[in-house]
């Protein structure tokens, strides 16, 4: 039994997009590992500045205690200083990675697509009834 020309060649260009969807589907994987990789490192980070928040705002209520208790005034405000300029860093850091470009890009422009959308619709609306 030979087979007719048209009909090898079908059976040989079947392999290769099984492979393409294969190769594909591994791409798809990784990206998807690789961003689930991602997630996990944020949220570690993200628990650590809450733990060093938590600490350095109960340092900071430690010192204004004892403020008025010790003689060493000086020391304990530059420590203060520190802790504040370091609470600033970690709130900066906290705000900074929950919102991104990236996370509102596509929300934006589907708001930027529908609304015009809704604009135009309302402009033929108008024009059909006035």
Partial sequence: MSQHPSQSSAADSQPNQQDTGIDEFEQALSEVERSLESIKARYHQVECDRARQAQLQHRREEIRKS???TNNRQAMQVELQQIKEQ???IELNLESHLFSWDSLKEPFWMA??????????????????G
Avoid: D, P, Q
Wanted: proline letters at 0%; a positive charge.
């Fill in 87 to 89: 609470l600033e860093i």
């Fill in 112 to 129: 930027v697509r529908f609304g015009g959308l809704g604009i135009v619709i309302g402009w033929i609306l108008k024009s059909c009834a």
């Fill in 67 to 69: 403020l008025g208790k």
